[in-house]
């Protein structure tokens, strides 16, 4: 069981930059890939992007790629998503999530966090 806990969300002007994180529970944390998506108002969950349990490997949304930058920190336990050139289609609410079986299916799901980009 990991339990998984987003911060960092927030208004900003379109072109900003926010930086998203995640605090996970437990000592499984460096056996998990881990992923961020996204909810906009009337849309369906979105996938943004994942990074494997070490780290070497990461995938993207085309929407995000290019602006978006997804790590990982398995000392400390916790992932981040930076996100710059913000455009007001990224408004949505983003949710942590964490991997254990296959980097494209999460099992685990934080609580959310809004970004909220005006234009």
């Known amino acids: 069981q990991v339990q998984l806990v987003e911060s960092g969300g927030g208004l900003v002007q379109a072109g900003g930059s926010l930086r998203l994180s995640c605090a996970a529970s437990g000592r499984t944390f460096g056996f998990y890939a881990m992923g961020w998506f996204r909810q906009a108002p009337g849309k369906e969950r979105e996938f943004v992007a994942a990074?494997?349990?070490?780290?070497?490997?990461?995938v993207y949304a085309d929407s995000v790629k290019g602006r978006f930058t997804i790590s990982r920190d398995n000392a400390e336990n916790t992932v981040h998503l930076q996100m710059n050139t913000l455009k007001p289609e990224d408004t949505a609410v983003y949710y942590c999530?964490?991997?254990?079986?296959?980097?494209?299916?999460?099992?685990?799901w934080g609580q959310g966090t809004q970004v909220t980009v005006s234009s």
């Open positions: 999530t964490a991997h254990p079986h296959s980097i494209h299916t999460p099992a685990y």
């Open positions: 990074i494997t349990e070490s780290g070497a490997f990461t």
